[in-house]
Nanobody, 119 residues
Framework: QVQLVESGGGLVQAGGSLRLSCAAS????????MGWFRQAPGKEREFVAT????????WYADFVKGRFTIARDIAKNTVFLQMNSLKPEDTAIYYC????????????WGQGTQVTVSS
């Protein structure tokens, strides 16, 4: 079992920044990847970014490249999403996720944290 808890969401004006955190607990030794997903009202959940736990390789969705940065603190079992140059279209619930394999579905999910960007 892996538990994920997100924090750091809030209301920000366009062009502002926000830093999301996701703390993992439980059987964290088995995690290969941790990532961030978002879901806006009326839309499907979409991939934002992911990081390989051992090695730190990262991947990003095209719409956040150059603006968002994913990082992790191995000692604290925590992954971060630094969000800069925020746009109104970034408004969504952001979810932290983890998986135990190099490829496949994400198995563990957090409860989500709301990010609202006003214009």
């Amino acid at each position: 079992q892996v538990q994920l808890v997100e924090s750091g969401g809030g209301l920000v004006q366009a062009g502002g920044s926000l830093r999301l955190s996701c703390a993992a607990s439980g059987r964290t030794f088995s995690i290969y990847y941790m990532g961030w997903f978002r879901q806006a009202p009326g839309k499907e959940r979409e991939f934002v970014a992911t990081i390989m736990w051992s090695g730190g390789l990262t991947w990003y969705a095209d719409f956040v490249k150059g603006r968002f940065t994913i990082a992790r603190d191995i000692a604290k079992n925590t992954v971060f999403l630094q969000m800069n140059s925020l746009k109104p279209e970034d408004t969504a619930i952001y979810y932290c996720a983890a998986r135990r394999s190099l490829s496949g579905e994400y198995e563990f999910w957090g409860q989500g944290t709301q990010v609202t960007v006003s214009s």
